[in-house]
C-alpha cells in the first residue's frame, strides 16, 4: 500500500470512528486535541489500526505520536 | 506476550464472579488475540424474562466474563491476582434474531483488538445453534 493510499483510508477511518471532519485531520494537527481523545478513547485508535492495518501500536510508543503526521510514520513503517 | 492456548470449564480461576452472576461456563484461549467462551443457559438464569428468553444485558454480561477470563487468563500467566473488571463502553451493538432460552448454549468469539495499559477494546460476536445473535465491541478497564 502506498503512504498516500494508506493515509487517505486512515483519515476515512477515524474520521468516521471519532465522527470529526476529515478536514480537521491535517498531518500537524494534535491527534488528542482533534479527535478529543482521553485515555479511554486512545484505545480506540489503537484497535482501530490494528484492525484496519494490522499495525500494533505499543503502548510505550504511544507518546511518542503527536501529530497525525507521526501517526501515519509509525503506521506506514510497520505496514 | 506469547499466550499459549488454554481451555478451561472452571471459569471462577480466571473471574472473580459467582453464581447466581456466573454467565460462562468453558473458555478456551487460542492465542493472544483470540478466545473463544460458552454459557448453557439454565432455568433459573437470572437473565431470564418473563417470556423465558434470554435479555440481551445477560448477552453484553456473558462478553464482558468472557473477556474478564481473557485477562484473568492473561494475569494469572504474570502472575498477579485475578480482579474485578468494569465495562467502559459498548459500541456498535447489533441484535438480531430471537434472543435464547434456557437449555440453549451461546458462544461467543472474542477479538482482542488493543490493550492500553488496564484498558481492553474487544469485538464480539455471540452465536446459537449456529446464528449470530450479537455483535458489539466493548471495552473493559480492570
Known amino acids: ?79 | 506476550m506469547s499466550i499459549p492456548a488454554y481451555k478451561t470449564n472452571d471459569i471462577t480461576s480466571l473471574i472473580p464472579q459467582r453464581p447466581p452472576i456466573l454467565m460462562v461456563d468453558g473458555f478456551t484461549c487460542e492465542n493472544e488475540q483470540n478466545c473463544q467462551s460458552t454459557l448453557t443457559i439454565s432455568s433459573d438464569n437470572m437473565f431470564l424474562e418473563e417470556s423465558g428468553l434470554l435479555a440481551e444485558e445477560g448477552i453484553l454480561e456473558h462478553i464482558a466474563q468472557t473477556a474478564a477470563a481473557y485477562v484473568g487468563h492473561i494475569r494469572k500467566l504474570a502472575g498477579e491476582d485475578v480482579n474485578m473488571g468494569y465495562i467502559g463502553d459498548i459500541k456498535r451493538c447489533t441484535v438480531s434474531g430471537l434472543m435464547p432460552a434456557a437449555g440453549d448454549t451461546l458462544i461467543t468469539h472474542l477479538t482482542i483488538m488493543s490493550q492500553v495499559g488496564n484498558i481492553t477494546l474487544v469485538s464480539a460476536q455471540t452465536a446459537v445453534n449456529g446464528q449470530t445473535i450479537l455483535t458489539c465491541r466493548m471495552k473493559l478497564a480492570n
Open chain 1, 1 to 79: 500500500m502506498e503512504k498516500e493510499e494508506m493515509i487517505k483510508k486512515m483519515v476515512s477511518i477515524l474520521a468516521d470512528e471519532f465522527e470529526v471532519e476529515q478536514e480537521a485531520i491535517q498531518p500537524e494537527a494534535n491527534i488528542k486535541e482533534t479527535m478529543h481523545l482521553d485515555s479511554l478513547s486512545l484505545v480506540d485508535m489503537v484497535g482501530l489500526v490494528n484492525e484496519e492495518f494490522g499495525v500494533e501500536i505499543k503502548t510505550p510508543d504511544l507518546p511518542s505520536l503527536k501529530t497525525f503526521a507521526d501517526l501515519y510514520d509509525y503506521v506506514y513503517t510497520r505496514l
